[in-house]
């Protein structure tokens, strides 16, 4: 049987910081990283609390999935916190949880009671559509959307999502409102290509643009999320004729090749051009100059599943969304 002292042991903290980790304690001051630590070995360990093994209820499991196409994405700051909202809503309910990208395996487990699936997207839609027909308790994170934030695709199912698309229109008239007249904009493609051809902050970027009658095709560039990507983008944005003065990054892993780009071309942040990001990522208040960044809430959007799973299985069978909203943080990439 697993122990406190043996989760404490493997991170290298007390057995007391470990208890108060894994019971949610608010008052307890301890980093994010030792936080992650901690419940990461207790989910290894399988650790079970003591209250949880004595208890005489009705036990309870969340299966989470992850889809194949996540790979190394995983270890984004963005997913790592799905994670760890969780497992640690999960610690602290007593809920047993597991993680899989095995399509099959969710399918099969919500056939059993006391027992529910969350599913990180996105994912094929005759997975989607497998998911609904089974009539389980499933939560959706990050489904596929419309334009629109409340224009949700995944109707049959409780979901959580940011609300990028509100997010990036905010932003774009923050922007304008600081006397930026040519935003560009790079990103990746779109992961729900069946349904949703681009990207939520393409198509948030590019309908305000159209709006504003100043939409110019020479300031966009799609390729994909990685550093090395988001440079070839932003070198490819400021070759243009007429250059943007600000570029947006749908991640702050882009914005990071798009530094690399200006400063390959002599230019410098902000005054010749100035850099957004989105998912405020722990490393982009460090960055020279400091990145301003569209801070997301994964952590949250995280525990906010499990509660609406538990929900579930307290007998809640009207269908939830929770509609998170993004906070623009402004630092010294902008003027």
Sequence with gaps: MVKLKDIADAVGVSNSTVSRVL???????????????????A???????????????AERNIMVHVGRWLGDELEDPYYAGLRLGI??????????VSITSDESAILDFLKKKASGVIVIGP???????????????????????????LDNVFHALDNVFHDLYGAT??????????GYRRPGFIGGESKYKESLPKETRHVAYSEWM???GIFDP???????????????????????AMPPDVIIACTDTMAI????????????????????????????EFLNPPLSSIRLAPEVAGTSAVEMLVEQLGGRDVCKSVVLQPKIVWRASTR
């Design 43 to 57: 989910s290894e360990l399988r650790y079970t609390p003591r209250r949880a093994r004595v208890a005489v209820q």
């Design 210 to 212: 159209e709006r504003k």
């Design 218 to 240: 020479a300031l966009v560039c799609v390729k994909g999320s990685t550093i090395d990507l988001g440079y070839e983008s932003a070198v490819k944005l400021l070759e243009a």
């Design 169 to 178: 229109a905010r932003l774009l008239d923050d922007l304008w409102e600081k």
């Design 257 to 284: 090749g798009a530094y690399r780009a200006a400063q390959s071309k002599g230019l410098e942040i902000p005054k010749d051009i100035s850099v957004v990001g989105f998912n405020d990522n722990p490393a982009s």
């Design 87 to 96: 497992e640690r809503c999960c610690f602290s309910q007593n809920i047993q």
């Design 123 to 149: 994912v094929p839609s005759e997975f989607q559509r497998k998911i609904e027909a089974a009539k389980g308790r499933a939560v959706m994170i990050d489904g596929p959307r419309k334009a629109h934030a």
């Design 23 to 41: 019971s949610n304690d608010p008052s307890l001051s301890v980093s994010a990283d030792t936080r992650r630590a901690i419940i990461a070995k």
